[in-house]
């Protein structure tokens, strides 16, 4: 890797070779996608008639119905990468995946509903593993008018509800604040984004722990942590994404400290929900928490199936039974 891994704004992409392949969805399975797993009606309609809106309304869909999970990639008791297909299957059984299987399973959809959406590619600075580019962003073109590009992340586990017109050089875009969490995007340079959170400065050292290791800067008198940097100067085909995620999936070494623990992540009813084999995290969109010891398996399993009944007990077991090895 090149460029200074301390300084967020000098930090350089390694370069990595396009690949050239498509996701295998039909548009047929995109609809069916969009209607009964996002359950958003008339779909079709809702594209030709407000575009706009029915964009928000997927990335709102996405983030309270498809878990941000660990458990889709648990294969013969072991994580594997899934190819494209396994990967869809997924999406379409509403058991998600992280955020290289959510987002480019997304921009296809989007695709299939008519927009020019592509996956392009991000760094975060918590992965201090071989593999710089750990995290996957969409790029949708020509929605405000020729030539302007929207940003959006509805695969992450951060409450990012709303994209953002690309339409600011230095400056940041509108500040976004829900669960207690401040974001914002910042334009490092040219086709380069960071998304940044405020934090602060007593729970610097906790952030770092968690995360393994952070970059941080000070703006209008307010901390802010770097959570990733999306870069916009090319697309990236899906076969790739499938990569990234199989080998984030594969070595829990390469991600952050929750990435080596079962992770059951969602937005539900207006509640984000956190479940590891600790116990299950509660915040409110006021930011109150509510954290729930598990006293024993038999706790944990009861609380996957109440908020996420799509996985099977089997699969349940599974993770519970790699998680614990590991």
Not at 80 to 98: D, F, P, V, Y
Request: net charge negative; proline share 5%; hydrophobic share 40%.
């Amino acid at each position: 890797m090149e460029g200074d891994q301390d300084n967020p704004l000098t930090f350089r992409f390694p370069c990595v070779l396009q690949v050239d392949d498509s996701y295998p969805l039909t548009k047929t399975e995109a609809i069916s996608y969009v209607e009964d797993v996002l359950r958003i009606t008339d779909c079709e309609r809702h594209v030709e008639t407000d575009p706009l809106s029915f964009l928000e309304k997927m990335i709102v869909q996405t983030k309270t119905r498809l878990p941000f999970s660990n458990l889709p990639f648990l294969i013969d008791g072991r994580p594997q990468r899934l190819s494209l297909e396994q990967s869809k299957q997924s999406m379409l059984s509403q058991q998600g995946g992280n955020c290289c299987l959510i987002n480019p399973f997304t921009a296809a959809v989007l695709t299939h509903m008519g927009f020019e959406a592509e996956t392009v590619s991000a760094t975060a600075p918590r992965f201090g593993g071989p593999l710089a580019v750990c995290h996957a962003g969409i790029v949708i073109k020509d929605l405000a008018g020729p030539g302007s590009r929207h940003l959006c992340d509805p695969g992450n586990r951060y409450p990012t509800f709303k994209m953002i017109l690309l339409d600011f050089e230095t400056s940041t875009a509108p500040l976004q604040e829900l669960y207690n969490v401040e974001s914002e995007y910042l334009m490092a340079r040219k086709n380069i984004v960071q998304l940044c959170q405020r934090v602060d400065v007593a729970d610097v050292r906790k952030v770092m722990e968690k995360t393994r290791w952070g970059q941080f800067h000070f703006e209008d008198g307010m901390l802010w942590s770097l959570i990733f940097t999306y870069d916009l100067n090319e697309a990236m085909g899906p076969s790739f994404f499938a990569d990234v995620s199989g080998a984030l999936a594969e070595d829990t070494n390469l991600g952050a400290s929750v990435h080596a623990d079962i992770i059951l992540f969602c937005y539900v009813n207006d509640i984000m929900v956190d479940i590891s084999s600790k116990g299950c995290l509660q915040i409110d969109k006021q930011g109150r928490k509510t954290f729930t010891r598990f006293n024993n398996v038999e706790e944990l399993k009861a609380s996957i199936h109440y908020y996420f009944p799509q996985y099977s007990v089997d699969q349940v077991e599974a993770a519970i039974k790699y998680f614990a090895l590991v």
